[in-house]
């Protein structure tokens, strides 16, 4: 099935900038997405992106897509306290009922 | 626009008895809702999807007797987690795909965590 993968914790000092990574196997992904998740809480849809775009840049976040290597990736620019949580990627591919597989989430602590 | 609410925010029971979790969209309809399970410091698993006026479709190891979903309406769905056991608490957490809007964004309840005694 499909599996996706990232690194389980990142700490970046605040102002500097975060670079959250993502793998993914399944070579028919249409949808990448990219989720926050803060303590007890659900998820917040934070970007996506579609297969057939290298790139995509809202504010703060850039994302950026290497499809044959089938890896995503979350920058984070001025990194702040209030952007600590976990980051989940997540994919979703053009078949059936268009079920989204979450990777394993990434824990980012930002240092004051 | 887009919320999802979940009630309750947290349950306690006890051994044996069952619980009921409803996930609502508040601002749209929504014709599939999703429930998954995410276990302390893990990913959310996908239990199952349910689909307004049809039976849901549940994940490979997913008891469907013991995890019991009803998606009455195009703004409510319902896990009830029966005869439950301590092995059964977890953060439970809905989405919600809005009918007709693009490709497959899903809105997020704030999920609701379940402590079974």
């Known amino acids: 099935g499909e599996d996706v993968e990232q690194s389980l914790f990142l700490s970046v000092r605040e102002g500097d900038s975060s670079v959250i990574n993502c793998t993914y196997t399944?070579?028919?992904?249409?949808?990448l997405y990219w989720y926050k998740q803060e303590p007890g809480a659900g998820l917040q849809l934070l970007t996506y992106?579609?297969?057939?775009?290298d790139m995509k840049q809202d504010q703060r976040l850039t994302v950026l897509l290497n499809k044959k290597d089938k890896h995503l990736s979350l920058r984070i620019a001025d990194t702040q306290t209030g952007d600590s949580a976990i980051y989940f990627c997540?994919?979703?591919?053009?078949?059936?009922?268009?079920?989204?597989?979450f990777g394993t989430g990434t824990k980012l602590q930002v240092i004051p | 626009g887009a919320v999802v609410s979940q009630h309750p925010s947290w349950v306690i029971c006890k051994s044996g008895t069952s619980v009921k979790i409803e996930c609502r969209s508040l601002?749209?309809?929504?014709?599939?809702m999703f429930w998954y399970r995410q276990f302390p410091k893990q990913s959310l698993m996908l239990m199952a999807t349910?689909?307004?006026?049809?039976?849901?479709?549940?994940e490979q190891g997913v008891e469907k007797d013991k995890f019991l979903i009803n998606h009455a309406s195009l703004t409510l769905s319902t896990l009830t987690v029966t005869s439950a056991h301590p092995e059964d608490s977890s953060f439970y957490i809905c989405?919600?795909?809005?009918?007709?809007?693009?490709?497959?964004?899903?809105?997020f309840g704030p999920g609701t965590r379940l402590t079974v005694l």
């Open positions: 399944d070579s028919s992904s249409t949808y």
């Open positions: 997540a994919e979703t591919s053009s078949g059936g009922y268009q079920k989204v597989t």
């Open positions: 601002d749209f309809q929504a014709t599939t």
């Open positions: 349910s689909n307004e006026g049809s039976k849901a479709t549940y």
């Open positions: 992106i579609f297969s057939n775009m």
């Open positions: 989405s919600a795909r809005p009918h007709g809007l693009w490709g497959n964004e899903q809105f």
